[in-house]
């Protein structure tokens, strides 16, 4: 999909996640979600980055085996980096690690090119796309509104209230001060 850079995607929030290898069956599991789900993170303006220390060649023959296994195409970019120089700087590949497999790293960045949240997963375990989504989301409702978002916050529920600052506001909300919560 041609070349990329992080500044590219200012304007927009960005996922910018790693794998460990192509053609590897947890990253495929992956793969065909965030495609399945690419629809939603645009709705958000949310553009999705993949990075692998796999080839372009690899990359491309990967992206046409899950096109024909599962029917679903790839509908975002996925950087090749062989020599491991993102990787590492970015602390998907530890430095002196004894394999080129990435841990499963995330980056959620925002408009403003600043990471808001960073989730790693081992290599054994696959992300959950449906969490990113919520979070990408979350992220969103939190800077629109100016408010914190419970555990497992959805769109359209109740937001967490921002807390009093002064003992006079404190008083002012009764014995549930700290945790209010109210529509956004």
């Known amino acids: 999909m041609g070349p990329r850079t992080l500044s590219s995607y200012r304007g927009r929030w960005l996922v910018f996640f790693s794998h460990p290898a192509d053609f590897t069956p947890v990253c495929t599991s992956e793969f ?10 645009q709705a958000l303006d949310c553009d999705l980055l993949a ?3 796999d080839s372009l060649s ?10 024909q296994r599962f029917g ?6 996925i950087v090749e980096d062989p020599a491991m120089g993102i990787a590492r700087a970015y602390g998907m590949l530890p430095a002196g690690a004894a394999s080129s497999a990435t841990v499963r790293t995330t980056f959620v960045i ?3 090119g600043i990471v808001r949240a960073l989730v790693t997963y081992p290599l054994t375990v696959g992300r959950s796309v449906a969490e990113i989504l919520r979070l990408v989301r979350a992220l969103q409702a939190s800077d ?4 914190s978002t419970p555990e497992g916050w959805q769109p359209g529920e109740p937001v967490l209230a921002n807390p009093p600052m002064t003992s006079e506001e404190i008083g002012g909300c009764g014995t549930d001060w700290y945790y209010r919560l109210e529509s956004v």
Request: aromatic letters at 12%; glycine letters at 0%.
């Open 51 to 53: 990075l692998s220390v």
């Open 110 to 112: 925002d408009p403003e």
């Open 72 to 77: 679903v195409r790839m509908p975002f970019p």
């Open 58 to 67: 690899s990359h491309l023959a990967w992206q046409q085996s899950i096109e």
């Open 32 to 41: 065909v979600a965030f495609a399945r789900a690419h629809e939603a993170f």
């Open 144 to 147: 629109a509104a100016d408010v």
